[in-house]
C-alpha cells in the first residue's frame, strides 16, 4: 500500500490534480451510495403512516397519545381506601391547545388541553418501537380556518406493519370511551365544529325540575321524531323538527336541554348568531355539517335579532341577516336529519316568521316556578316532603298580594346555601328577595 501510494505521489499527472480529482469522484460516488443504501435499507424495513390534521383519526392519535394512565399505590401510613395518583403521560413533549369561550353575561371559560409538541416521539406498542413525528407546515395553511397545516406520521419495521388498524382503532376506541356516559358540547370553528373542552358528565333529566308534564312532553316529542324518519320520508316532509323553550331566566331552559341530550346520548352543538365573522354562507354550512346524534342550540335567539333587526349591543353587527338565518332553518339548502332547539327570555322580541310551523314546531314556556316545583325541589335537596309546603306557605306569605315569585335559579342557590339544615331556609326565606348571601 506504501508503495502505490509512493507511485502515485510520484507521478506527474497525480501531483497535477487528476488524481485528488479522482479521490473526490471516489469520494463522492461512495457518499450518494450510502445514502441511496440507506434510504433502500429504509425502504426495506420501515413503513410509515401518515395522518393529515383534515382526517379524523388526527385527533384521536393525539388523544391517545396525551392519555394520562393512572397507577394506584396504598401508601404506608393510609388506609387501603386511600390511593395516589402517579400521572405518566405517554409523550414526553407537550405543547398546551387553550380553548376560550365569552359568555353574554361577560364571564368566561377556559379549558387547557395537552397535546403531543412538535418533533418526534418513541412509544412502544403491543411489543413493536413505533417513532411519531408531529410536523406543521408553516407555509401551507388550512384556507377554511387559516390554521398551519399539520400531519403526524408513525414509523415502525415493516413487520409490525399490521399493527397500524389495530393503533387506529385503539386510540378511535379511547378516545370515544372518554365519551361514553358524557356530553359532549361543540362550538363552531370556523367552517367546522370542535369539541369545547371535555365532555360533561350526563345530567339525568329528574334533576332539572320543571312543572308538571312538561318534562314528559318534550321527551315523547323528541323521541317520536327520532323514531319516525320513514314516516317523514314517505309523505316527503323534511325530516327536522324545532323546539322554542321561552320564559324568565333562570328558569332551567339551558338545564333541561343538556340534560335531554343526555337522555338521548346526544351531544349539543352551541351557535351563537351574534359570533363576530357569522355569515349566512357559513351558517348554513354549519348546520349542514353537524356532528351525528347532535342537538343544535341557538341560545337567547331575540339577542341576535330584534325583530328583523340585527342587535348591536357589543359595538358590531353579526354577518347573519335575518333571511339568511330563515333559509339555513328550512330553506332549499337547508339540513335534513336535525334538531333544534331554541332558547329566550322575551318571546315578544322574535319575529313571528322566524317561530311559525317547520321552523319552530313545539314552543314550551318554561317560566316561573309553580308550587308544584318549588316542593319537588325541596324534597329534592332535603329529601324530606313534610317540611315542603311549609315552605311554599312561606313563599307565598312573603310574595304577598304582588304574587312575587324568585326564579328556579334563585331557589337552588337558596336551598345550597342552606343545604344542611332546612329549618332555616324556611326562616330565611326573605333573603331570596334580597338576594344577599355571605358566608
Same mark, same amino acid.
Given at each position: ?7 502515485? +505521489? ?8 487528476? *488524481? =485528488? ?37 388526527? /385527533? ?66 403491543? *411489543?413493536?418501537?413505533?417513532? @411519531? ?55 363552531? $370553528? ?35 321524531? =327520532? ?11 323534511? %325530516?327536522?323538527?324545532? &323546539? ?10 339551558? +338545564? ?9 346520548? %346526544? ?63 328550512? *330553506? ?49 335537596? &332535603?329529601?324530606?316532603?313534610?317540611? /315542603? ?17 324568585? +326564579? ?17 331556609? @324556611? ?9 344577599? $348571601?355571605?358566608?
Amino acid at each position: 500500500m506504501e508503495a502505490v501510494l509512493q507511485s502515485l +505521489s510520484d507521478n506527474p499527472y497525480f501531483s497535477a490534480g487528476f *488524481g =485528488l480529482f479522482g479521490l473526490g469522484t471516489v469520494a463522492a460516488i461512495a457518499r450518494k451510495s450510502t445514502i441511496h443504501g440507506a434510504a433502500l435499507l429504509r425502504r426495506r424495513l420501515l413503513v410509515t403512516l401518515e395522518i393529515p390534521s383534515k382526517d379524523k383519526s388526527y /385527533a384521536w392519535a393525539l388523544h391517545w397519545l396525551t392519555t394520562v394512565e393512572q397507577s394506584m399505590t396504598v401508601s404506608e401510613e393510609a388506609t387501603k381506601a386511600s390511593w395516589l395518583t402517579k400521572w405518566r403521560p405517554r409523550s414526553h413533549q407537550l405543547s398546551v391547545e387553550t380553548s376560550f369561550r365569552q359568555h353574554d353575561n361577560g364571564a368566561a371559560t377556559t379549558q387547557f388541553t395537552m397535546v403531543p409538541g412538535i418533533g418526534s416521539h418513541w412509544i412502544k406498542y403491543q *411489543g413493536a418501537w413505533m417513532m @411519531i413525528n408531529r410536523k406543521r407546515d408553516t407555509k401551507m395553511i388550512d384556507l377554511q380556518n387559516a390554521a398551519p397545516w399539520e400531519t403526524v406520521t408513525i414509523t415502525t419495521l415493516r413487520r409490525d406493519a399490521h399493527l397500524f388498524p389495530a393503533f387506529l382503532k385503539d386510540a378511535k376506541e379511547h378516545a370515544l370511551s372518554a365519551q361514553a356516559g358524557k356530553t359532549v358540547i361543540y362550538t363552531s $370553528y370556523g367552517p367546522e365544529w370542535r369539541p369545547f373542552g371535555q365532555p360533561r358528565k350526563k345530567r339525568p333529566i329528574s334533576s332539572v325540575v320543571l312543572d308538571d308534564g312538561i318534562s314528559d312532553r318534550i321527551l315523547q316529542d323528541v323521541r317520536r321524531f =327520532l323514531d319516525n324518519w320513514k314516516w317523514y320520508n314517505e309523505r316527503g316532509i323534511p %325530516y327536522r323538527r324545532g &323546539y322554542l323553550l321561552y320564559g324568565s331566566p333562570g328558569s332551567g331552559k339551558s +338545564s333541561f336541554i343538556q340534560a335531554l341530550a343526555g337522555e338521548l346520548e %346526544y351531544n349539543i352543538c352551541i351557535l351563537n348568531l351574534s359570533e363576530r365573522g357569522l355569515t349566512d354562507d357559513r351558517l348554513n354550512h354549519l348546520m349542514t355539517v353537524m356532528p351525528n346524534r347532535s342537538i343544535l342550540l341557538l341560545e337567547d335567539a331575540d339577542a341576535a335579532f330584534n325583530k328583523r333587526s340585527q342587535t348591536n349591543d357589543q359595538g358590531y353587527v353579526s354577518g347573519v341577516t335575518f333571511s339568511g338565518l330563515l333559509n339555513a332553518l328550512d *330553506g332549499v339548502a337547508a339540513a335534513e336529519e336535525r334538531l333544534i332547539f331554541m332558547t329566550t327570555n322575551h318571546i315578544d322580541r322574535l319575529d313571528p316568521a322566524l317561530i311559525r310551523p317547520g321552523r319552530v314546531d313545539v314552543k314550551v314556556l318554561v317560566d316561573w316556578p309553580s308550587d308544584a316545583q318549588v316542593r319537588r325541589l325541596f324534597a329534592k335537596f &332535603y329529601d324530606d316532603e313534610s317540611k /315542603a309546603d311549609r315552605f311554599v306557605d312561606a313563599l307565598q306569605k312573603e310574595g304577598g298580594v304582588e304574587g312575587w315569585r324568585p +326564579s328556579m335559579a334563585a331557589l337552588q342557590g337558596h336551598f345550597i346555601y342552606f343545604r344542611d339544615d332546612p329549618e332555616e331556609s @324556611i326562616k330565611q326565606v326573605h333573603m331570596l328577595r334580597r338576594d344577599s $348571601y355571605s358566608a
